[in-house]
């Protein structure tokens, strides 16, 4: 399967811990995104890589969130201090360099349930 | 906060019929894309539109991009069971993709 992978796709944690998900996009993708998704609504952006510079980021991005993508190929997200707030389902999605062209494959998502 | 406003929020439809929801939008889009979600799933991408007036089928799926690019809508024919999800559209606004809250298709068999 060549698609975007995620791992893990359920996390279930305590307040106050640390989580680590992990993203892989499709291969030779240059953009990778990370969404929040939370129920009854779309996804909404957290912050977005060109390779491994990571050029924006969104206000949803608290100080307690950090990504990384090292090597410009997977990614990813850390949650410290998780909150019961952070429960949601958490997206990456990938994309070559557009041209004019957005398109963005989703992964199938990690959902963090804080308790 | 999500710029792009879908309807209906959510339908329940008969097996057979065709269904239609669409995605408007105060400002304008030069992309309009269309997503489709199952439980548990993420999105997945049914429809790229990229010119205003554009029509495009994908099977029982097709999807305008509006003249003024500020909206576009989905029509679905003869509906299916597996057609049940959450359908989204989406387009890029600066280097992230801004969503609508999603139209939640139920089809009864």
């Known amino acids: 399967d060549t698609g975007v992978s995620q791992d893990p796709r359920h996390k279930i944690t305590k307040r106050g811990q640390n989580v680590t998900f992990r993203c892989d996009p499709i291969?030779?993708?240059?953009?990778l995104y990370w969404y929040r998704q939370t129920l009854g609504q779309g996804p909404e952006f957290l912050t977005y890589?060109?390779?491994?510079?990571?050029?924006?980021k969104s206000r949803l991005l608290s100080d307690r969130f950090s990504a990384e993508r090292p090597k410009g190929s997977f990614s990813t997200l850390e949650i410290q201090r998780t909150e019961q707030g952070d429960s949601a389902m958490y997206l990456c999605?990938?994309?070559?360099?557009?041209?004019?062209?957005?398109?963005?494959?989703f992964g199938p998502g990690t959902r963090l349930l804080v308790l | 906060g999500q710029q792009l406003n879908q309807s209906p929020q959510s339908m329940f439809i008969q097996e057979g019929e065709d269904v239609s929801m669409n995605c408007t939008s105060s400002?304008?889009?030069?992309?309009w894309l269309w997503y489709k979600q199952d439980p548990g799933e993420g999105p997945v991408l049914l429809i790229a539109?990229?010119?205003?007036?554009e029509l495009t089928s994908n099977g029982r799926l097709t999807a305008q991009f509006g003249i003024t690019r500020k909206d576009s809508f989905l029509n679905i024919s003869a509906s299916i069971p597996s057609d049940v999800g959450i359908y989204f559209c989406?387009?890029?606004?600066?280097?992230?993709?801004?969503f609508g809250a999603g139209t939640r298709l139920t089809v009864k068999p």
């Open positions: 400002s304008i889009f030069n992309t």
């Open positions: 989406a387009g890029p606004r600066n280097n992230d993709m801004r």
């Open positions: 539109l990229y010119k205003a007036g």
């Open positions: 890589f060109q390779n491994e510079a990571q050029l924006e």
């Open positions: 291969s030779e993708h240059n953009r």
């Open positions: 999605a990938s994309s070559p360099t557009p041209r004019g062209r957005e398109t963005q494959y």
